[in-house]
């Protein structure tokens, strides 16, 4: 049995949203200095910087999406009046995903190099 990780996805998003949110590039280099987190742990948990980019995008989707709640249907004024709402609530209650979805290019973080498996799970979130 392998050791407990030391690290939660969450941590690691925070620095990279917020490094993301001053300048549009990083390396595994810098996320390990920045976060503490050894190079090959990251490696070992995202499998590529373009991994670890897209998790991060796929985490802060899923969760803004998720709590939406129910279907927006035709975008008139009350479902749009919900989207504000929710946003704003959504990106105070979790500050380190939201940095994600609303300070940085989305281009930035879903480059089309994750796997194939991975971009599969981002092209059915961008579905829904």
Do not use: N
């Not at 279907?71 to 704003?88: D, F, N, Q, V």
């Not at 995903?97 to 480059?111: D, M, Q, T």
Request: charged share 25%; hydrophobic share 40%; aromatic share 8%.
């Amino acid at each position: 049995m392998g050791r407990k990780a030391q690290f939660t996805d969450i941590e690691v998003f925070d620095w990279l949203g917020r490094h993301l949110a001053a300048a549009p590039s990083v390396t595994v280099q810098q996320v390990s200095k920045g976060t503490g987190v050894s190079v090959g742990s990251i490696y070992h948990r995202y499998g590529s910087m373009d991994g670890l980019l897209a998790t991060a995008w796929l985490t802060a989707a899923r969760s803004y999406r998720t709590g939406m709640g129910r279907p927006l249907g035709r975008l008139g004024e009350g479902p749009m009046r919900r989207i504000a709402l929710h946003s704003g609530r959504w990106a105070e209650a979790r500050p380190a995903l939201a940095r994600h979805l609303f300070c940085v290019p989305e281009r930035v973080l879903v480059r089309g190099a994750a796997g194939e498996s991975l971009e599969a799970e981002i092209a059915r979130e961008k579905a829904e």
